[in-house]
């Protein structure tokens, strides 16, 4: 069991998360026994602290600090939004030309992880930048309205960080990730299944832009993407 180191030095590790891959142990799921964490201290030979966060189902870049200094440093750079983070992601749907949502969402609580959390608490701002970078129109009547469909490949910044943001601000624009089972459209999600093989999210932490913690040089990490995603742009003729 390995995990793709993408970004090393004295101070932090960067890796490619796979999409499934838990960050680190949860009660989401106590039965998993492989997780980002463990995965990444055993490929670098120490300890490393998690500075933020990607959902189960998402992949690409993940930061780790190699001390606890420095894991301060940067989850602080993370929360006062010092440091942008770009995704790619396939959508339902044209969405062309680029634009700015600024659109507030509730907290979304998991039955056992948030057992104790306050279900009152009042929506939380959340912005997120999104740009259109390719789109594909197939020979496939996924919905009975439509002898066609549709699909849009996106790029995505969000400013907040909110839980499933990105997801649920597609799903707002109407023009959910393929892929989300939470959020999104079943008949694409099966369709995607069934004729490309694709059962995974479509989207992807691309990358990582922020000022070193300790040298303060500007830094830009990036992540490939995966098997899936490069079938599908070879199907669309995209370039990623």
Not at 32 to 51: I, K, N, S, W, Y
Not at 142 to 167: I, N, W
Not at 211 to 225: D, Q, R
Request: glycine share 6%; charged share 25%; aromatic share 8%.
């Amino acid at each position: 069991m390995s995990i793709e180191l993408i970004y090393e030095d004295d101070w932090l590790v960067a890796v490619n998360k796979e999409p499934g891959l838990l960050v680190h142990r949860s009660w989401l799921d106590r039965h998993e026994t492989r997780f980002a964490m463990q995965l990444t201290r055993d490929a670098v030979g120490c300890h490393v602290f998690p500075v933020h966060r990607l959902d189960r189902p998402t992949s690409g870049v993940l930061l780790f600090a190699k001390n606890a200094e420095v894991a301060r440093t940067l989850t602080e750079a993370f929360g006062s939004r010092a440091i942008s983070k770009t995704y790619l992601a396939v959508v339902r749907g044209y969405l062309e030309g680029e634009g700015r949502l600024d659109y507030a969402l509730t907290r979304e609580l998991d039955d056992i992880a948030d057992k104790f959390a306050d279900a009152d608490k009042p929506p939380q701002d959340a912005i997120t930048h999104w740009q259109g970078l390719a789109k594909v129109e197939l020979p496939f009547a996924v919905s009975k309205k439509h002898p066609t469909s549709r699909y849009s490949l996106m790029q995505l910044s969000p400013e907040t960080g909110r839980k499933h943001q990105l997801r649920r601000h597609m799903a707002h624009l109407r023009h959910p990730i393929v892929g989300d089972t939470s959020h999104g459209d079943g008949r694409h999600n099966r369709f995607f299944r069934e004729q490309y093989q694709c059962d995974r999210l479509m989207l992807h932490a691309a990358g990582l832009h922020l000022s070193h913690p300790v040298t303060g040089k500007p830094l830009s990490i990036t992540a490939a993407t995966d098997q899936h995603w490069q079938r599908l742009a070879t199907e669309f003729g995209w370039s990623l």
